[in-house]
């Protein structure tokens, strides 16, 4: 246990800049025995406790802003041998993600659960925020790839939930229900990841397009036409490669600036005769104005290259100051027509707000971002963006989508979660907490009140 102000200050935030750290003390069990008892404790004596993993989120569900004892899980962090059998690996929660990956790809599998943050976020954090990624195109979501869970409730039961099946049809999946809850409902201690094979050869194209409809026109292009597999479809806008080449020092791979950036990576053989589909199909794109340029990555070092230019966004714009994001999904055929009507939006009522726009096209899913000006108050600055989301919020939902497509909402996004779920739902919602967690104890205040 730790109450060493430094810690404090560490361990009661996550990527978020928005809310002020201040726990009460940072404990980290080893054990899930040890968890079992602490919380036992908690239950005893009312105290609050915020579950921590790698403290990457983006919504603030790992903030500790109400002096309650944050439970970090960074010392449960063993990765056990694959059970090649059933393409499985059981971990515990503090495991990293990248971890895991390391440690499946010498047997040609992978957890396929990828994003720039795999570096320091956790197994835990991972399947508490449901999180997305890069490769939802191709895997889904984290909710796919988790066979089983381990999970101590804050009365300190351990349950293991389902173990490594595949297949159990026994009523409810209970472990479901602590996928995407964001530790409001328990401790996730271990969980059993599903496991698929490695792609064997893959291929990654950096597009410059010259507009968003055109980069959804090439979507339809690489889906119905691509011979391959896509696994990853990623947008930027030309700001938001700026933002990471003045960060990163590196250089644009085209002459001309676009109006915004497909990365794509697809698995597909390695042949001549594949080269040449591939060309065949590039050769169309150029043609019908999908792409206005393209490059191709013929080493690892350009493949990192540029993966950086997606990958960097986020921190390149943190880099910059304080960022207001939001993460929001929409039916594909809708996205080209949000982003219009957002446009206009901050042109007449937030000129003082610079848009930011990156994200998953191929699954719907643009995070919208706002850089506070330098000179304006953070105050100043949160009320605006508080008022534009309002706006935004409503045109999400005037066309189906949803507030938070893979961040969750924590503290951040609480006030918006009504733009998406239904009073009948916030009120099943609100049993479910009741049940599991009846004096409000486990993550107090994240998702809903
Ligand atoms: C540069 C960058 C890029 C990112 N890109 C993506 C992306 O593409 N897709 C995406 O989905 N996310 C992305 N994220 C967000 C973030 O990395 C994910 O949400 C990640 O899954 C959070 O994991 P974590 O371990 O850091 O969780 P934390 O931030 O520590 O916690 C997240 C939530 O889970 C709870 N929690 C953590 N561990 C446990 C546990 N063991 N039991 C119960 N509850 C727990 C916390 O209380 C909190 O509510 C990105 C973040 C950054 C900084």
């Not at 005037?398 to 497509?405: C, L, M, R």
Request: charged share 20%; net charge negative.
């Amino acid at each position: 246990m730790t109450v060493a102000p430094e810690d404090l200050a560490e361990y009661g935030r996550d990527w978020t800049r928005v809310y002020d750290p201040a726990p009460a003390a940072i404990v980290f069990p080893r054990t899930t025995d040890e968890v079992a008892a602490f919380l036992r404790l908690c239950s005893e004596h009312g105290v609050a406790v915020v579950p921590s993993g790698g403290r990457t989120g983006l919504s603030g569900g790992a903030v500790a802003a109400n002096g309650e004892v944050v439970l970090s899980l960074a010392r449960m962090n063993k990765i056990f041998p694959v059970d090649l059998l059933s393409s499985t690996v059981r971990v515990q929660a503090g495991a990293i993600t990248q971890a895991v990956h390391e440690h499946c790809a010498p047997l040609g599998l992978t957890w396929p659960i990828d994003f720039a943050s795999k570096g320091s976020s956790h197994v835990g954090g991972n399947i508490s925020t449901n999180a997305g990624g890069q490769r939802v195109i191709r895997y889904g979501l984290t909710r796919n790839w988790v066979n089983g869970l381990q999970v101590v409730t804050i009365g300190g039961d351990i349950l293991e939930l389902n173990g490594s099946l595949q297949k159990n049809n026994t009523g409810m999946e209970l472990s479901q229900l602590f996928i995407g809850t964001e530790g409001t409902l328990g401790i996730i201690t271990e969980a059993t990841l599903r496991l698929t094979s490695l792609p064997i050869h893959t291929e990654l194209f950096f597009f410059a397009t010259s507009s968003l409809a055109a980069s959804l026109e090439l979507l339809k292009h690489t889906k119905l036409n691509g011979p391959f597999t896509i696994l990853t479809f990623e947008y930027l806008t030309n700001d938001c490669l700026e933002s990471v080449l003045k960060f990163s020092q590196r250089k644009s791979p085209f002459a001309s600036a676009a109006h915004s950036y497909i990365l794509l990576e697809v698995e597909c053989a390695e042949s001549a005769e594949q080269k040449q589909k591939l060309d065949e199909w590039m050769q169309i794109a150029l043609e019908n104005d999908l792409i206005v340029d393209g490059v191709l990555a013929h080493s690892h070092e350009e493949r990192n290259d540029l993966w950086a230019l997606r990958e960097l966004v986020s921190e390149s714009l943190a880099a910059q100051g304080l960022v207001y994001k939001n993460d929001i999904a929409l039916p594909i055929a809708k996205l080209d027509e949000f982003a219009t009507e957002m446009q206009a939006l901050l042109s007449s009522n937030y000129p003082h707000l610079k848009l930011f726009l990156f994200g998953h096209l191929g699954d719907g899913n643009f995070h919208v971002n706002f850089l506070k000006p330098p000179q304006m108050e953070k105050s100043e600055f949160l009320d605006i963006c508080h008022a534009a989301d309002t706006e935004m919020f409503e045109t999400v939902r005037k066309f189906g989508g949803s507030v938070s497509a893979e961040h969750g909402i924590g503290l951040l996004k609480k006030a918006a979660l009504s733009y998406s779920r239904t009073p009948a739902e916030l009120a099943i919602f609100r049993q479910i907490k009741k049940a599991l967690d009846p004096q409000n104890l486990l993550n107090p205040g994240k998702i809903f009140d």
